[in-house]
Structure formats: structure tokens, C-alpha cells
């Protein structure tokens, strides 16, 4: 088990939540995480992350799988222009590899805001630390493993 599967399962055992994680193969796409887990599409939360112009942080958005970040909306609820966060920035903040980016066991915090369709489901599903692997969880959980805020950001 790779250490960010590994970091993964341990934010979500001390958060009390059921683990649950799979291996979905290569799921390249919200649709085909969706496709292996038997769910719809916006069942999927994907962990967007931007680079804060300003602070050089790494933000996070995330975001139901098939809406899309407005960039002026994210940048106005960060307070700071927003940037593509590269490869090194993801890994450096947040220990996992982009295509793998789950919304808890991150190395450092982060801020984070969560897309209210997410919210509309009972049950949703993330990356789970590697590009290979997705977990469920209540979405009710979403926003108090997280500390993301609940907010309208999307396309």
C-alpha cells in the first residue's frame, strides 16, 4: 500500500468514518471513477487546486465531477488572484501525486471550499491518495474532515 493510500486511510480512521477504499484502475475522468463505482457522475468529488498568486499556497476546490471551477468566482472567495498549481506545489503541500489528490491526509493544511452539489447526495466519492483508488464517504462528512466551506464557485 503506497504511503499516500496509507495517509489516507489513517485521516479517515481518526475521523471515525467507515473505510471504504477501491481500486478503480486508471479512472482518468470523473465519468470513469463514476463508471467504476456505480455512481453518477457528480457523486464524484474532484480536489481542484489552484496556487494563490499572492501567498503561493496551495487552495482547494472541491468540486462535484461534472461542473467545472469558474476562475474569477474561486479567486474572489480565496481573496487572491489564482494560478495553475503545478506538480511540484501539489506534491510539496498536499503529498499526493495530481490525479490522486483526496480531499483529507494532506501533509500540510490547506484551505478548502466545497461545490453545494456534492451536498445533494448521500453518499459521494474522492481519490483516495493515488491516481488507482477512490473512497466513499457520507457528504454530510465532506465539509468537517475538510474544513472546506460549502460555496458557489462553479461554472
Do not use: Y
Not at 477504499?21 to 456505480?38: C, K, N, P, W
Amino acid at each position: 500500500m503506497s504511503k499516500s493510500l496509507k495517509r489516507v486511510r489513517a485521516a479517515l480512521e481518526a475521523a471515525g468514518t467507515e473505510v471504504d477504499i477501491r481500486e478503480v484502475g486508471q479512472a482518468r475522468t470523473a465519468a470513469e471513477a463514476a463508471a467504476s463505482v456505480g455512481c453518477e457522475i457528480d457523486q464524484i468529488a474532484k480536489s481542484i487546486i489552484f496556487r494563490g498568486e499572492t501567498s503561493g499556497a496551495a487552495l482547494l476546490f472541491l468540486t462535484a465531477g461534472g461542473n467545472r471551477v469558474d476562475d474569477a468566482k474561486a479567486a474572489e472567495l480565496a481573496g487572491e488572484p489564482l494560478g495553475k498549481a503545478d506538480a511540484a506545489l501539489i506534491r510539496a503541500q498536499t503529498g499526493f501525486a495530481i490525479g490522486g489528490v483526496a480531499p483529507v491526509g494532506h501533509l500540510s493544511p490547506i484551505r478548502a471550499w466545497l461545490d453545494p452539489r456534492l451536498l445533494d447526495f448521500t453518499e459521494i466519492w474522492a481519490a483516495a491518495g493515488t491516481p488507482r483508488h477512490v473512497f466513499r464517504l457520507k457528504s454530510a462528512d465532506l465539509a468537517p474532515m475538510t474544513g472546506a466551506e460549502a460555496a458557489d464557485f462553479t461554472a
